[in-house]
């Protein structure tokens, strides 16, 4: 077993910057990728960046790029994304997910049903 716990959200003026983390525990030692999804008001949870554990690759949704980096500190099993240029559009809950084992193809990192563990949510409102 994982268990994931986010941290860092919060309320933050259009244009802001916000960081939030999620830190593992538990089984940590076979973490394939870690990912942070987002689930906003009467919408569907969407990906909105991933990172494989060991090779560092990256994946991110086109509404974020250029906008948010996600990083992991693999000594501190925790993941981090780093959120600027915030508009109103990303006001949602962020989870946190992760996938122990195996492997995932190309861009099939960001479907969700590929993530065995999710954490709580942190909510996350921009506004001006």
């Known amino acids: 077993q994982v268990q994931l716990v986010e941290a860092g959200g919060g309320w933050v003026q259009v244009g802001g910057a916000l960081r939030l983390s999620c830190a593992a525990s538990?089984?940590?030692?076979?973490?394939?990728?870690m990912a942070w999804f987002r689930q906003a008001p009467g919408k569907e949870r969407e990906v909105v960046a991933a990172?494989?554990?060991?090779?560092?690759?990256?994946y991110y949704a086109e509404s974020v790029k250029g906008r948010f980096t996600i990083s992991r500190d693999n000594a501190k099993n925790t993941v981090y994304v780093q959120m600027n240029s915030l508009q109103p559009e990303d006001t949602a809950v962020y989870y946190c997910?992760?996938?122990?084992?195996?492997?995932?193809?190309?861009?099939?990192?960001?479907?969700?049903?590929?993530?065995?563990?999710w954490g709580q949510g942190t909510p996350v409102t921009v506004s001006s």
């Open positions: 997910a992760a996938k122990s084992g195996g492997f995932v193809f190309g861009n099939l990192l960001a479907v969700g049903a590929q993530y065995d563990y």
């Open positions: 538990g089984r940590t030692s076979s973490t394939y990728a």
């Open positions: 990172i494989r554990w060991s090779l560092g690759s990256t």
